[in-house]
């Protein structure tokens, strides 16, 4: 079965211009998550989206917005790039919202640059 | 959110055990604790998780204490392929599933 998948795998932009990742969970998962891992640290938590709404959403500004699709798949859109936002960009899906006795299940990731 | 506490760095000979260990002691009695780990260039991957009794998986082993404070991610024989950086998380219940990484332990296998 195919794992989470994320699309593109790199992607070069400049600041100021915006950019869409997206992200197909594991057929059957429902919940989609995105985190964001600057180099050398942790990931951390952007969004998190189930049935197509936004049920949770991490420490970061409104340049950030996301959306669900009743397919599942999710995208994450990022306005007026910032130097800062050079990172790689996770999606994690799992089955349900909130069944904390599960895991969620990463992509590989989009690496984002910006110059 | 409980925080975990996790070794920097750990080094292990190929085809050795590998005990990996955090420390967690302000987890809440209903919180689990996941054990994740992350190779260069790609997205975590999940090894394991647990509540109070002792699992195991194909991949490893997670041994907690009686009193919930610290776990062992144990993997039995490792391997050159198991260098990583392994994350321990409790994770947080609540309004969503949000994993709180902090910068977990680089492990480095040896040959």
């Known amino acids: ?115 | 959110d409980a925080k975990t506490t996790q070794p920097t760095s750990m080094d292990c000979a190929e085809g050795r055990a590998a005990n990996l260990p955090c420390n967690h002691s302000t987890i809440s009695g209903n919180e689990y604790v996941y054990w994740y780990r992350q190779i260069h260039s790609q997205g975590p991957q999940y090894i394991i998780h647990g509540l109070k009794n002792n699992e195991t998986n194909e991949m490893a082993s997670l041994i907690i204490t009686e009193d919930r404070k610290s776990s062992t991610l144990i993997l039995p024989h490792a391997t050159l392929r198991d260098t990583a950086v392994y994350y321990c998380i409790v994770r947080v219940r609540g309004g969503s599933e949000k994993l709180v990484f902090g910068k977990g332990t680089k492990l480095t296998v040896n040959p």
Do not use: M
């Open chain 1, 1 to 115: 079965d195919a794992g989470v998948t994320q699309s593109p795998t790199h992607l070069i932009k400049t600041r100021g211009q915006h950019v869409t990742l997206r992200c197909s969970p594991i057929s059957g998962h429902k919940s989609v998550s995105w985190y964001q891992q600057v180099l050398g640290q942790g990931p951390q938590f952007i969004f998190q989206y189930y049935e197509k709404e936004e049920r949770g959403r991490g420490n970061f500004p409104d340049r950030f917005s996301a959306r669900q699709f009743p397919n599942y798949s999710s995208e994450l859109n990022v306005n007026a790039l910032l130097l800062g936002d050079s990172a790689l960009y996770l999606c994690a899906s799992s089955f349900n919202r909130d069944t904390f006795n599960q895991p969620q299940h990463f992509g590989d990731g989009t690496r984002l640059s910006i110059l």
